[in-house]
């Protein structure tokens, strides 16, 4: 899959700008501290190693946290960071094609 031409990335818990493909991504780690009067950084260009699996979200949703397994073989709820892969933009026109048009979401 070729790489995205401008990383959008969201964290977990923040709203989601728009409904696609993302994937959980890591992020590498910055070389200052951040300052309470800049702005947050942007995500880097270029490839960003994967943290988990692609998932289809929901624009204006929550992202949400990732489960892993921790030492115990016990499920962890992890908080992560989503890179956009594909926007969806087919319904912003307002159209359902038919065969859709029953679906419903939470």
């Known amino acids: 899959m070729p790489e ?3 990383n959008t990335v969201v ?3 923040k709203a989601l700008p728009c409904s696609g493909i993302w994937e959980p991504v890591e992020l590498p ?5 951040p300052s ?3 702005r947050s950084a942007e995500a880097p ?5 994967p943290a988990g699996c692609m998932n289809y979200l929901h624009g204006g ?3 949400p946290t990732i489960e892993v397994f921790d030492a115990d073989d016990e499920i962890e709820e992890v908080a992560t960071q989503w890179r956009l892969i594909w926007k969806d933009d087919r319904y912003l026109d307002g159209s359902i094609p038919d065969e859709e048009s029953a679906y419903t979401f939470p």
Do not use: T
């Not at 780690?29 to 501290?33: D, G, N």
């Not at 260009?45 to 190693?49: E, K, N, Q």
């Open 45 to 49: 260009d270029g490839p960003l190693p």
């Open 29 to 33: 780690m910055r070389k200052s501290a």
């Open 11 to 13: 964290a977990s818990g």
């Open 61 to 63: 949703s929550d992202a």
């Open 4 to 6: 995205p031409l401008r």
């Open 36 to 38: 309470l009067f800049s």
